[in-house]
Each structure stands twice: as C-alpha cells, then as structure tokens.
C-alpha cells in the first residue's frame, strides 16, 4: 500500500489545533532522541498500536505491496520498549544507538472518530550506533493518529511505512 | 575451477576435527569467498522460492541464484520455470520488480520478447536475420536443474548436480514437520523481508543450525520479559532434554519439547490434519514441540519460536524461514518468509504473521540481538592475528560419535543440547566441499 491510510479530504484542523500537534509530536520526538521512554510511554492510549513495513517493488501497472517488519499491540509495544530500555535485557540497544528523528510535511485532518486526529508525517530518523561509527539514515512516512484528552493528546496508533524494499540496516531496534 | 584463480585463501587448516576448531579467517575473507561460490553455491541445490509464492501462471518473482539475479516464473503449463534475469539478446535485466504477474517478458532495450517457458517469441526484426536463424536457440538461459520438494523450490546451476531428493535425503523427514504437516501444506504470509547484515552467511547458517548456547544469553530480554507459553523452569527443563539432529548433507535440527496437551499451542481445526498426514514418529514429536530451529545446507533455515500468549488462552507460534544470501566477504542479504498452514484460518494466519515479524527477523525482539552479535564478529575474524587461534567449538567432541537412542526420527541426535555438534558438523561438511578437488 503507498496511499495514505488517512483520508485526505477531511478538512483541515485550526491554526491553533494544528499547532498543537506539531508541538505533541516534536515533544514526543524528542523524548524518543533522548531515550526518555518512561516518559514517551506516558503519551500512549492504553489501547495503542505500532506497526511497521516497508515496500515491495512491483510495475507501475500493478498493485503496489509491502511487508511487514514490527506489528506490536500496546502490550507488546511495552515489552519491546522495556527490552531497548533494560541494559540487562538487551544488545543491540545498549549502548543505545544515537538517534535524531527530523518531521515534516505534517499533515492533520479531523478522524471519523471524535476526538481524534489523523496525522500524516515524513520523518527522517538517523542513526549512528557502534564503536565504529556506523551511521544509518531511514526515510519513512508515518501515519499516526492522536487521541485529545483532558491532559492533552495520547498516541493511538503509529503506521510507518519505510520508504524502502531492502532495508540497508541489520535490525530495526529503534522506534520511529 | 581451482584455488589459484581465485584470491588466496588463508593458512589451512580451516578446520581441525581433533581439537574441536575452526580458523577465525574463513568468516570474512575474499579467497574464501570466491571458493564457496565455486565449490559450493555453483555446485549445490539451493533454495529459490515457495509455491505459494508463485501460484498463478504469470506469476513471477526475481531472486539469486549463487549470487545471480534469475527470474522464478509460473509458466502458462503450470511447471515451473527459473531463467537467469538477462536478456538473450545484450543482457538487459528483463524482470526489474521483486514480483508480479506477466505472460511475456519484454526487453525493455530492442523489444525482444520470451514467453514464461523461456522461448523467443519475438526480435521486432525476426526478417533481419540471416536465413536459417534458429531462433529456439535464442531463448533466455535457464537455470538448468529446477526442482521442488513439497512445495519448496530448489535450483541449481549444476547440471551434473544428484537429485533434489537426494540432496534433502533423511532431512526431508523434518522438512515435512514443518512444511508439509497438514495435506496442503505451508504457504507463504505475504513478500520476505529483505535486509542486509555485515556477518559471514556461516555466522547465521550455524546460529541456526544450531548455537542452543547463545539462546539464554542473547535472548534473555524476550524470554525475560515475553509473555512465553512455559515459564523460565520449564523451558530450562526442556533445554536439558532437547535434541539436536545431525543429517547427512550438513542438515540438522534442534527440537525442544515439553509434554503436555498434545499439539497444545497448535490451532485446534488443525490438529486431525497433522494426525492424518504425518506419521507416527513424526506426529510424537510435532504434539510435544515447542521449538524447532534448522539450517539446510547450505544457506537456508528456519524456526518455529516459542508460542506466546497473545491474549488469554490463545497462544500462537511464529514459522519462518530465511535465506542467508551472500553479496559479498563478511555480507549477506536475508529474505525472511513467515508460513502457515494452508488450511489455516485467515484470522490465524494473520496471527501468525504478527507472532513472526514481531520476533524475528528485521524487527523482531529476537533477531534484532542476534544479528548485533554476528555483525560484530567480522572485522575481528579477517585479521592474521587471529592465526594459531581459531574459534572454539570443543564442546562437540566429547558426543560427537554418541548420538542418543531415544530419538524417533532419522539422522543423528545429540545431547547435550547446548554442546556445539551440529554446528561443527555443519563446518565439517563445509570443510569437506572446499577441500575436495571437484571430480
């Protein structure tokens, strides 16, 4: 799939609701480049969902594919979560990789859901792990959609789609 | 071929079956390299696609062979044919997808065009060539030995290579727990994975087949904090008496199980399928199994994880299946495929998929540790210095001609579990293809 799973026709959000959410999600980046994920866990719903894939290469006339890569219910995104987070628990995480996740082209429209938003944004997320330096950089668009709470929006549900058929790293250890 | 036409390879032995070692250098080494291709990924079976991927004349997919691109095609007759991905007429990449469906593959350079059998159908300039043209000589050039077992699609660029059959041998037994346990047997959950890891294609072919020591270490996080069907004292049980199967060919298989309801972490519509299509032996152990973890020679493997809990009482295992390609010394592309059961539900597959891809694989909680490790070994391999220290596998050879009488299928099983056998035999078989002048 390469459209967007949100729908683009939805009128777009207020100036002031827009900004909102740019600032949601430039926070919760920053927690994610900052390892902070007792914090970023905070900005989930109880009932969130993160998924990743990345694409298959097919004609221009036929169908376009994906596969999947991470597919995580709230519980397991947790437990993927506490196992990059744990030093006992993991390598591949510790020393964590240095990472620095750059937004743009934000997009957000009202959800069929009340309460909810759509928000379509292109996301560079570059990596540099290792004693050798190795740097990697991942070009991904990112489908989220934000729920509005009374102590502000939560993260329902993250789809990232990266923008690649062989992905160029040995593990995607990281969070988009 | 010989070793003069290649880079040098490091110091001899690469193997040393008395003290149980192995030379640090064949891990990352072009010599190495350039000889494996040719005394062993040009002359051997090895493994191109599934069926299931494939199942529609017209259907295509693009894979390597021995480091080639070719095309795996579903003809219009329903056979199967595989052609190197090159136009006959200037070499042209004629298939320039991962996959899709087409009857004809036209080259986007002059216009020539083969049908799925392979023939030329079509120059654009048939009546410029000399009188007397045989143009069924100008067709795309096959991959000459193409064969499946059960589903699974093997090539080789070896005319002279034995039969597929011969090839899997005693292995097929345990290729069928897997693969072919139910009457349609398996099918692939959508494209592969593909993704690139700086480790030698024989750091991954012996992790799975099979290093049972690293799975406490490595995995510690997952089986700390997953929620597994047996908990830490029962899968520690259960490593004890678990066993590692050695075939003739280089195969083997490690099995662990743990009695209890028969095929318990199985879906239930399944379980008379399994009792009617394996076999007594086999079906002793598919009811017990909670892993089971190969590598068939040379670079294909597969594991079925340990069920989890994915909501209260429902449990659901991972199948999958991964090819470690090489590109290069110390390189491999991986194609990693999850599989189900053909007659299993749409809502099983499906969980069967995400049970797969979060544990394995690119993302997966499991693999994502591994794969750090193995990248790490490279570099620290290719050096002299490591000479007169090979790497260790000892623990092989105080059990290495004791294999277990309790163990109901074919081939050679071993205990310990976690003793390092049929990674050793795994690099014995390896040693023996390098080291033989070809006939």
């Given at each position: 799939?390469?459209?967007?799973?949100?729908?683009?026709?939805?009128?777009?959000?207020?100036?002031?609701?827009?900004?909102?959410?740019?600032?949601?999600?430039?926070?919760?980046?920053?927690?994610?480049?900052?390892?902070?994920?007792?914090?970023?866990?905070?900005?989930?719903?109880?009932?969130?969902?993160?998924?990743?894939?990345?694409?298959?290469?097919?004609?221009?006339?036929?169908?376009?594919?994906?596969?999947?890569?991470?597919?995580?219910?709230?519980?397991?995104?947790?437990?993927?979560?506490?196992?990059?987070?744990?030093?006992?628990?993991?390598?591949?995480?510790?020393?964590?990789?240095?990472?620095?996740?750059?937004?743009?082209?934000?997009?957000?429209?009202?959800?069929?859901?009340?309460?909810?938003?759509?928000?379509?944004?292109?996301?560079?997320?570059?990596?540099?792990?290792?004693?050798?330096?190795?740097?990697?950089?991942?070009?991904?668009?990112?489908?989220?959609?934000?729920?509005?709470?009374?102590?502000?929006?939560?993260?329902?549900?993250?789809?990232?789609?990266?923008?690649?058929?062989?992905?160029?790293?040995?593990?995607?250890?990281?969070?988009? | 071929?010989?070793?003069?036409?290649?880079?040098?390879?490091?110091?001899?032995?690469?193997?040393?079956?008395?003290?149980?070692?192995?030379?640090?250098?064949?891990?990352?080494?072009?010599?190495?390299?350039?000889?494996?291709?040719?005394?062993?990924?040009?002359?051997?079976?090895?493994?191109?696609?599934?069926?299931?991927?494939?199942?529609?004349?017209?259907?295509?997919?693009?894979?390597?062979?021995?480091?080639?691109?070719?095309?795996?095609?579903?003809?219009?007759?329903?056979?199967?044919?595989?052609?190197?991905?090159?136009?006959r007429h200037r070499?042209?990449?004629?298939?320039?997808?991962?996959?899709?469906?087409?009857?004809?593959?036209v080259c986007?350079y002059h216009g020539w065009t083969f049908?799925?059998?392979?023939a030329l159908l079509s120059t654009t300039v048939d009546n410029l060539f000399p009188e007397g043209t045989d143009f069924t000589k100008l067709g795309?050039?096959?991959?000459?030995?193409?064969?499946?077992?059960?589903?699974?699609?093997?090539?080789?660029?070896?005319?002279?290579?034995?039969?597929?059959?011969?090839?899997?041998?005693?292995?097929?037994?345990?290729?069928?727990?897997?693969?072919?346990?139910?009457?349609?047997?398996?099918?692939?959950?959508?494209?592969?994975?593909?993704?690139?890891?700086?480790?030698?294609?024989?750091?991954?072919?012996?992790?799975?087949?099979?290093?049972?020591?690293?799975?406490?270490?490595?995995?510690?996080?997952?089986?700390?904090?997953?929620?597994?069907?047996?908990?830490?004292?029962?899968?520690?049980?259960?490593?004890?008496?678990?066993?590692?199967?050695?075939?003739?060919?280089?195969?083997?298989?490690?099995?662990?199980?743990?009695?209890?309801?028969?095929?318990?972490?199985?879906?239930?519509?399944?379980?008379?399928?399994?009792?009617?299509?394996?076999?007594?032996?086999?079906?002793?152990?598919?009811?017990?199994?909670?892993?089971?973890?190969?590598?068939?020679?040379?670079?294909?493997?597969?594991?079925?994880?340990?069920?989890?809990?994915?909501?209260?009482?429902?449990?659901?295992?991972?199948?999958?299946?991964?090819?470690?390609?090489?590109?290069?010394?110390?390189?491999?592309?991986?194609?990693?495929?999850?599989?189900?059961?053909?007659?299993?539900?749409?809502?099983?597959?499906?969980?069967?998929?995400?049970?797969?891809?979060?544990?394995?694989?690119?993302?997966?909680?499991?693999?994502?540790?591994?794969?750090?490790?193995?990248?790490?070994?490279?570099?620290?391999?290719?050096?002299?210095?490591?000479?007169?220290?090979?790497?260790?596998?000892?623990?092989?050879?105080?059990?290495?001609?004791?294999?277990?009488?309790?163990?109901?299928?074919?081939?050679?099983?071993?205990?310990?579990?976690?003793?390092?056998?049929?990674?050793?035999?795994?690099?014995?078989?390896?040693?023996?293809?390098?080291?033989?002048?070809?006939?």
């Open positions: 799939m390469t459209a967007s799973p949100h729908p683009t026709t939805a009128a777009p959000v207020t100036d002031a609701e827009y900004r909102a959410v740019c600032e949601f999600l430039y926070d919760e980046a920053a927690l994610l480049d900052q390892d902070a994920y007792a914090a970023w866990l905070g900005l989930l719903t109880a009932d969130v969902r993160y998924r990743l894939r990345a694409r298959t290469l097919r004609a221009l006339d036929q169908a376009a594919s994906t596969y999947r890569v991470v597919d995580n219910n709230a519980e397991e995104l947790r437990i993927r979560v506490g196992q990059i987070s744990d030093p006992r628990l993991t390598f591949a995480e510790n020393p964590p990789s240095i990472t620095r996740r750059h937004l743009h082209n934000i997009r957000v429209r009202a959800a069929a859901e009340p309460g909810e938003l759509h928000v379509t944004v292109n996301v560079l997320l570059h990596r540099s792990r290792g004693v050798e330096g190795e740097e990697h950089c991942y070009s991904a668009q990112r489908h989220d959609v934000l729920r509005r709470t009374d102590d502000g929006y939560l993260l329902a549900a993250r789809e990232v789609v990266l923008d690649s058929t062989v992905i160029k790293s040995m593990n995607v250890s990281v969070l988009f | 071929m010989t070793q003069s036409s290649h880079a040098p390879c490091p110091p001899q032995p690469w193997i040393d079956d008395k003290t149980g070692t192995v030379s640090r250098r064949i891990f990352d080494d072009e010599g190495i390299f350039a000889l494996e291709k040719a005394r062993i990924f040009r002359r051997s079976w090895l493994y191109l696609a599934h069926e299931s991927e494939i199942a529609a004349p017209g259907d295509v997919v693009t894979r390597r062979l021995a480091g080639d691109p070719v095309i795996v095609a579903r003809r219009d007759d329903g056979g199967i044919g595989v052609y190197l991905n090159s136009c070499g042209v990449r004629l298939c320039r997808v991962d996959s899709g469906s087409m009857r004809r593959f986007p049908g799925n059998d392979g795309l050039i096959p991959v000459p030995r193409v064969a499946t077992y059960k589903g699974l699609i093997f090539g080789s660029w070896n005319t002279e290579v034995g039969p597929l059959e011969d090839h899997l041998g005693d292995f097929r037994w345990y290729l069928d727990l897997f693969f072919a346990r139910t009457p349609g047997g398996a099918t692939v959950l959508g494209p592969p994975q593909r993704f690139v890891v700086n480790a030698d294609w024989k750091t991954a072919a012996i992790n799975f087949g099979t290093d049972n020591t690293h799975i406490i270490t490595t995995h510690i996080g997952p089986l700390t904090l997953s929620k597994t069907a047996f908990d830490r004292k029962q899968i520690m049980g259960a490593l004890r008496d678990a066993v590692q199967v050695s075939t003739p060919g280089g195969h083997s298989v490690s099995l662990v199980t743990v009695p209890g309801r028969p095929y318990a972490h199985y879906p239930e519509e399944l379980h008379p399928l399994y009792e009617r299509t394996l076999d007594e032996s086999q079906r002793v152990i598919l009811r017990d199994l909670a892993i089971g973890v190969s590598t068939v020679f040379p670079n294909l493997s597969f594991i079925e994880n340990i069920a989890q809990e994915v909501a209260p009482g429902v449990h659901v295992k991972g199948l999958l299946m991964r090819q470690w390609q090489p590109v290069g010394p110390g390189k491999i592309e991986v194609l990693s495929w999850c599989f189900a059961e053909r007659e299993a539900s749409a809502e099983y597959r499906e969980a069967a998929l995400v049970r797969g891809v979060n544990d394995f694989g690119v993302g997966g909680v499991f693999e994502q540790e591994d794969v750090e490790l193995w990248s790490s070994i490279g570099d620290l391999s290719r050096s002299p210095a490591g000479d007169g220290h090979p790497f260790v596998f000892a623990t092989a050879l105080p059990h290495l001609d004791d294999p277990v009488a309790d163990h109901p299928g074919p081939g050679r099983a071993y205990r310990p579990f976690a003793s390092e056998i049929t990674q050793f035999k795994f690099l014995q078989h390896w040693n023996q293809l390098m080291t033989e002048e070809p006939a």
